[in-house]
T-cell receptor
Framework: AQSVTQLGSHVSVSEGALVLLRCNYS??????LFWYVQYPNQGLQLLLK??????LVKGINGFEAEFKKSETSFHLTKPSAHMSDAAEYFC???????????FGAGTILRVKS | GAVVSQHPSWVICKSGTSVKIECRSL??????MFWYRQFPKQSLMLMAT?????????EQGVEKDKFLINHASLTLSTLTVTSAHPEDSSFYIC????????????FGPGTRLTVT
């Protein structure tokens, strides 16, 4: 079975500060990993994904994540937070094509001015 | 490309009635679609996997007679909540996979269901 743990249900940063959202996964097979962002009453928008290849993945809006197999982690970072980054972020894992996504509990990011 | 729509975006219905939610892939064919449910301040939980032309596969604990899923074409899947009750009030989100090899799921904007 697969699972995702997001450490910290709420993260607060100042505008311009580093954003770090933590994600650890459990998977019995090589995982495919995703980060999504959700604004209130909206669907999910893909930020970035890791399938195979380069372990440092760059996504939209300046976000990036690094797949670390030894640590079973896929933490999301952004060098400088913007007010528009305030939202809820979900890490998710899947076994592959046609398989369900298993989501973490989500992390609400607050950006202070 | 890879746009998924849902209709309606928001619906209110009375207890005991049924409501249908549509999920459409607008610019691609989707052999597989998924239906998720999200309670307030919680994560997404998969309800069922829908494959075109076959019966949906429901997750453990999801009542298939209550949540009827039909995937009649490669661009349309529907979720019907039958005999709705207030505890069915939730945010329902669908996703679709493009083609037969892609890993990524494309998500719809969600449907807010309120049962009074």
């Amino acid at each position: 079975a697969q699972s995702v743990t997001q450490l910290g249900s709420h993260v607060s940063v100042s505008e311009g500060a580093l954003v770090l959202l933590r994600c650890n996964y459990s998977s019995s097979v090589p995982p495919y990993l995703f980060w999504y962002v959700q604004y209130p009453n909206q669907g999910l928008q893909l930020l970035l994904k890791y399938t195979t290849g380069a372990t440092l993945v760059k996504g939209i809006n300046g976000f990036e994540a690094e797949f670390k197999k030894s640590e079973t982690s896929f933490h999301l970072t952004k060098p400088s937070a913007h007010m528009s980054d305030a939202a809820e972020y979900f890490c998710a894992v899947t076994r592959g094509y046609g398989n369900k996504l298993v989501f973490g509990a989500g992390t609400i990011l607050r950006v202070k001015s | 490309g890879a746009v998924v729509s849902q209709h309606p975006s928001w619906v209110i219905c009375k207890s005991g009635t049924s409501v249908k939610i549509e999920c459409r892939s607008l610019d691609f064919q989707a052999t597989t679609m998924f239906w998720y449910r999200q309670f307030p301040k919680q994560s997404l939980m998969l309800m069922a996997t829908s494959n075109e032309g076959s019966k949906a596969t429901y997750e453990q604990g999801v009542e298939k007679d209550k949540f009827l899923i039909n995937h009649a074409s490669l661009t349309l899947s529907t979720l019907t909540v039958t005999s709705a009750h207030p505890e069915d009030s939730s945010f329902y989100i669908c996703s679709a996979i493009r083609g037969t090899t892609e890993i990524e799921q494309y998500f719809g904007p969600g449907t807010r269901l309120t049962v009074t």
